[in-house]
């Protein structure tokens, strides 16, 4: 028999991203087949807003159509982009950002993964506070780092545990990778624990890696970040983009804020992985961080009145322990008093009641017991989702 022909090996760095969080989106995939089949299912999965994008700033793009910029733009960005983005972020910040620390990216997953890529490699530890985003995990390890996890209380609403935090720091670790409001949890870490976290990465010279995308869809108290902490700003880099809070998921903008060496570096990096982001976007974009604020306010607004219909209504099911979101666009549901995990719980949930949601174990281990529901709907959708939950759990509970 001849020999069975294989492939020449890949790089390690495969493993990386082949974890287990690379099967987080099984669940939303099938109900989208299903959907695709004809089945009525309730999409509460994918974090994509289902708001349009703001006509001025599709018009603004049309017109950079138009006007022949379709050419290829330098490679950190668009002067006007990366002024605009410093502009905004001085204001949300309050401190004074200049355009040579902006790196313009195709989305905030790009710009994630660049920053690590520059700051992490074999060797090296990077610190995931769980429940981390799906993609973290691959990520921390882009570069061929190692991830060390560390598990917030739910208990304490998934707050920073500075002592916890502290106890995971070696001499390899490199980076922490923070990100508030909390995708999956919407927790909100508060500005003493911000300060105390930064205050950790100075003291030990880390990075501190700070995921903002939500930080426009915030309902109680006030966003604070670390880049707003005067001494933190050789080691701190923000990351955030237009996707949730324009509406603007599938336009791929996002950017970088970092000290000066790193951002060349990230430019360095762009060049070979990217050679620039298409001018257009970039031109829409700068026009919507100058003038569309207004719609921001609304989008939060109605994420607000979401959260608040939408716990209020899994609140008053029995059987599940609710954690409710101080921002962003989902609320993380403890279902082990129902006796199952995060999965069996979500794979049935969508097979008995055509509603998706995403396992806890997409998030980290600790919150395998738990699944992640977007209220990315509008209410009625979302009070029939609600009674397909509560009639779902109703008849487990009785089985
Ligand atoms: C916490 C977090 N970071 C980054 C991203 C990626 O955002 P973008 O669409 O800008 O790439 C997401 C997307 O869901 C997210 O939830």
């Known amino acids: 028999m001849k020999n069975a022909r294989t492939s020449p090996p890949f790089s390690g760095l495969t493993e990386g ?22 089945a009525d299912i309730i999409h ?17 793009a049309v017109t950079s159509l138009k006007s022949a910029r379709t050419h ?68 921390a390890q882009a570069g061929g780092a190692t991830m060390v996890t560390v598990a917030l209380s739910a208990d304490d609403d998934f707050s920073l545990n500075i002592d916890r935090i502290a106890d995971a720091v070696t001499d390899k670790t ?42 426009q869809l915030i309902f109680d108290v006030e966003h604070y970040s670390p880049l707003s902490i005067p001494q933190a700003r050789d080691n701190v880099i923000v990351i955030c983009s237009v996707s949730k809070s324009f509406a603007m998921t599938g336009w791929r903008l996002g950017w970088t804020i970092a000290p000066p060496e790193l ?18 976007t970039q031109d829409a974009v700068a026009y919507a961080l100058r003038n569309e604020h207004q719609q921001v306010a609304t989008f939060c607004n109605i994420f607000k009145q979401r959260r608040d219909m939408f716990c209020d209504a899994l609140e008053n ?19 082990s008093a129902l006796g199952c995990d995060g999965e069996k719980f979500a794979n049935e949930l969508l097979d008995d009641c055509g509603v998706a949601v995403v396992p806890g174990f997409a998030f980290g281990d600790s919150v395998r017991n738990c699944v992640r529901i977007g209220y990315l709907c509008d209410e009625k959708q979302l009070m029939d989702a609600a009674n397909r939950i509560k009639k ?8």
């Open 17 to 38: 991203y082949s974890g287990p969080r690379s099967k987080a989106w099984d669940v939303t995939d099938r109900a989208t087949r299903m959907d695709n089949d004809g």
């Open 392 to 399: 779902f759990v109703a008849h487990r509970i009785t089985e």
């Open 174 to 215: 490199r980076v922490i990778l923070m990100n508030s409001p909390g995708n999956p949890s919407g927790t909100v870490f508060d500005q003493k624990s911000i300060e105390s976290l930064a205050q950790l990465c100075r003291d030990k010279n880390i990075w501190l890696v700070s995921d903002e995308v939500y930080s």
């Open 263 to 280: 951002t060349s570096h990230l430019s360095n990096l762009s060049q070979c992985l990217l050679f620039g982001v298409s001018q257009f």
């Open 72 to 139: 290829y733009s330098p490679i950190s960005g668009e002067p006007e982009l990366r002024n605009a983005v410093a502009e905004a972020c001085s204001y949300q910040y309050g401190t004074d950002i200049k355009a040579a620390q902006v790196c313009i990216f195709p989305g905030a997953q790009c710009a994630l993964f660049a920053t690590m890529l520059c700051l992490a490699g074999p060797g090296d530890e990077v610190i995931l506070l769980e429940p981390f985003y799906a993609t973290y995990e691959g990520v």
């Open 44 to 60: 509460l999965g994918v974090g994509d807003p289902d708001f349009d994008t703001p006509a001025g700033i599709v018009d603004r």
């Open 317 to 335: 099911i029995d059987g599940l322990i609710v954690h409710r979101p101080g921002g962003g666009m989902f609320t993380m549901v403890d279902v």
